[in-house]
Structures are given as structure tokens and as C-alpha cells.
């Protein structure tokens, strides 16, 4: 199993920045992609960004030029990060992170999901 904890979530004024942090540990055979989704009250969960073991990084149109997301591979510390700047009272929403992972050579790529870090930006 994989096991994702997040961090970095507040409240924040707009035009403020804010940094979240994803740590994935567990039985961790290979990475494939991580990122990072949101989900705003009454409306669906929607990706902002995330990135692919072959350097593709995609990045939702609302966010792009604000948001940065980075990964830190260094010693299997498998953490992604999403820094976000300029951050408007829109960008209020429950934050997921997302890893798509093997845990094991021969099993498939399965979806794993953290618990969620509430960002609410305020006007």
C-alpha cells in the first residue's frame, strides 16, 4: 500500500502564496506520476497540476504562470510540492494530492489518493 500525507494548507489573503507538500511512503515499487487535484464546494474535482516520470508537467489553464509544481526524488523521499503564488479567493478548494504507482514489479499501476488540505483564500 502507499501512503500519502499532506501539508501546507491555511487561509490566506488573496495575492498571498501558499505551499503544499505531499510525502508518499509505503511499499513503492516505481512512481509513475504525481499531482495534484482540487475540489471546490459543489463542484467536481479538477486537476491542477501534475508530472510524469518521462519530465511532462500539465498544469490547469486557471493556474498556469501561478502555481509550480516540483518533486523531490532525492534519498526516495518521494514528495511532491505545489507552490502557489498570487492565489485568488477562486482558487478555494480541498487539495489532493495523487500518485499513480506500482507497489510491486508486477502489479498494475494503481491510483492512491491523500486525505486532503483545505486552502481558502480570502478577498
Known amino acids: 500500500q502507499v501512503q500519502l500525507v499532506e501539508s501546507g494548507g491555511g487561509l490566506v489573503q488573496a495575492g498571498g502564496t501558499l505551499r503544499l507538500s505531499c510525502a508518499a511512503s509505503?511499499?513503492?515499487?516505481?512512481?509513475?506520476?504525481m499531482g495534484w487535484y482540487r475540489q471546490a464546494p459543489g463542484k467536481q474535482r479538477e486537476l491542477v497540476a501534475a508530472?510524469?516520470?518521462?519530465?511532462?508537467?500539465?498544469?490547469a489553464d486557471s493556474v498556469k504562470g501561478r502555481f509550480t509544481i516540483s518533486r523531490d526524488n532525492a534519498n526516495a523521499k518521494n514528495t511532491v510540492y505545489l507552490q502557489m503564488n498570487s492565489l485568488k479567493p477562486e482558487d478555494t478548494a480541498v487539495y489532493y494530492c495523487y500518485v499513480a504507482a506500482r507497489t510491486e514489479w508486477y502489479t498494475n499501476i494503481r491510483d492512491y489518493w491523500g486525505q486532503g488540505t483545505q486552502v481558502t483564500v480570502s478577498s
Open positions: 509505503g511499499t513503492i515499487f516505481r512512481i509513475n506520476a
Open positions: 508530472g510524469t516520470n518521462d519530465g511532462s508537467i500539465n498544469y
